[in-house]
T-cell receptor, first 111, second 117 residues
Framework: DAKTTQPTSMDCAEGRAANLPCNHS???????VYWYRQIHSQGPQYIIH???NNETNEMASLIITEDRKSSTLILPHATLRDTAVYYC????????????FGEGTQLTVNP | DSGVTQTPKHLITATGQRVTLRCSPR?????VYWYQQSLDQGLQFLIQ???????AKGNILERFSAQQFPDLHSELNLSSLELGDSALYFC????????????????FGEGSWLTVV
């Protein structure tokens, strides 16, 4: 599996956009970028995933650079309930379906 | 609500004992995964089953075993428990096993808290 690098922690003001970066410079052509979050010992929650194109759903947007070596998860209007650890995971056929979680980014949304 | 159901939510047991954790995957999902999350180790993949067959093994101890039944629910059996086995155990499920046609999103349950005393 390609390794990912994320900042250990980030802060964001409530109502502002939260932009969480992730580097995955060793990503291969068939590997997807997945984002999950975990709110204090709850089950990891799926947010979004993408291969090459930018993706958007009701929770977030995923921007993947053209060379696919990095990506940014955007929470457009962060709320206090978005405070969580966010995991960027690269997963593809060589890893089967399992996800390998790193340390993630602790996002704290402040009032 | 992810649709993945785990029981029990909390469990306290003594060292040396055996416990069984149960997981019901989302309707229609054929793959089941087990993960362990302890304070010092983060989320660790243990094992995956697909339609009743073992698909992949991760950092699962020999004292632990799992199976997936014909109705697709899964059980994780933990035996000869040690204090260090205290952790959150998550079950997750997905439709596919390892073939990525359009990704393969995995959904997690809320976990079973195991405390070994």
């Amino acid at each position: 599996d390609a390794k990912t690098t994320q900042p250990t922690s980030m802060d964001c003001a409530e109502g502002r956009a939260a932009n969480l970066p992730c580097n995955h410079s060793t990503i291969s052509g068939n590997e997807y970028v997945y984002w999950y979050r975990q709110i204090h010992s709850q089950g990891p929650q799926y947010i979004i995933h993408g291969l090459k194109n930018n993706e958007t759903n009701e929770m977030a947007s995923l921007i993947i650079t053209e060379d696919r070596k990095s990506s940014t998860l955007i929470l457009p209007h962060a709320t206090l309930r978005d405070t969580a650890v966010y995991y960027c995971i690269v997963s593809g056929e060589t890893s089967g379906s399992r996800l390998t979680f790193g340390e993630g980014t602790q996002l704290t949304v402040n009032p | 609500d992810s649709g993945v159901t785990q029981t029990p939510k909390h469990l306290i047991t003594a060292t040396g004992q055996r416990v069984t954790l149960r997981c019901s995957p989302r309707s229609g999902d054929l793959s089941v995964y087990w993960y362990q999350q302890s304070l010092d180790q983060g989320l660790q993949f243990l094992i995956q089953y697909y339609n009743g067959e073992e698909r992949a093994k991760g950092n699962i101890l020999e004292r632990f075993s799992a199976q997936q039944f014909p109705d697709l629910h899964s059980e994780l059996n933990l035996s000869s428990l040690e204090l260090g086995d205290s952790a959150l155990y998550f079950c997750a499920s997905s439709v596919r096993d390892r073939y990525f046609l359009s990704g393969n999103t995995i959904y997690f349950g809320e976990g079973s808290w195991l405390t070994v005393v």
